[in-house]
């Protein structure tokens, strides 16, 4: 017979390891093994659009989640991938991306003028005054902001980037979805129009008429 004696024995125990689980490198994993790459838009739920606990209840501990804008590669979200797989026990990733996003938005040369403009110099910037080493060639700041055409487009060439890296080892699962902000499903990217129809998931429907700098030159 299990006494509550021993239930409450067992789930002190076990929020113990989980409080402390950082301490166990590759075995002291989060729930599910897995690292989340999203978009910061506050209109794209982690939980709801994976089914699991992220961020509710604060700390649910299913997921390491890193979130920036656009949810695509960074030399940040490298660095953090690189740490939970190597290290931290995470055998897969999960990339989400979202249509309505505010990267589609506007052409990321229009938005370096107005930095520009702000008295900037984007051709001699420190972007990490802790680590001055790391700089952008001339030329690449437009390229540096990451606003896309195509969500689809660029959450593919995220999921390949990460499945290529020699920084994620080669055993790491690695899946892309996206988001549909107007009907609050999950799918696969695609190019296939018929499963776009009812979503802005392209740059010209912001009107935007010039191509984005390609990050992936």
Not at 28 to 43: P, T
Not at 55 to 61: E, V
Not at 62 to 69: E, I
Not at 171 to 181: A, N, P, Q, T
Request: a negative charge; glycine letters at 6%; proline letters at 4%.
């Amino acid at each position: 017979m299990t006494t509550l004696k021993d239930k409450i024995e067992k789930r002190v125990q076990d929020y113990d390891f989980w409080a402390t689980r950082r301490r166990y490198g590759a075995e002291g994993h989060n729930n599910a093994s897995l690292w989340v790459l999203a978009c910061m838009d506050e209109r794209l739920p982690v939980d709801e659009a994976l089914g699991i606990r992220v961020d509710t209840p604060a700390g649910g501990g299913d997921a390491h989640c890193f979130r920036n804008a656009g949810g695509i590669v960074t030399d940040d979200a490298i660095r953090s991938a690189m740490l939970t797989c190597n290290f931290f026990g995470t055998k897969e990733i999960v990339i989400v991306q979202h249509t309505q996003c505010g990267m589609l938005s506007a052409n990321a040369q229009d938005l370096e003028k107005v930095i520009r403009e702000r008295g900037v110099d984007t051709e001699n910037l420190i972007l990490d005054p802790t680590l001055p080493e790391l700089k952008l060639n001339k030329g690449s700041f437009s390229k540096w902001i990451g606003m896309m055409d195509d969500v689809d487009v660029a959450c593919m060439k995220t999921i390949d980037t990460f499945r290529t890296h020699p920084l994620i080892p080669k055993d790491v699962v690695v899946s892309g979805w996206i988001w549909e902000v107007e009907t609050r499903r999950l799918r696969a990217p695609t190019l296939d129009p018929e499963k776009r129809l009812r979503t802005d998931v392209v740059s010209s429907s912001f009107g935007v008429a010039e191509k984005q700098p390609d990050r992936w030159n």
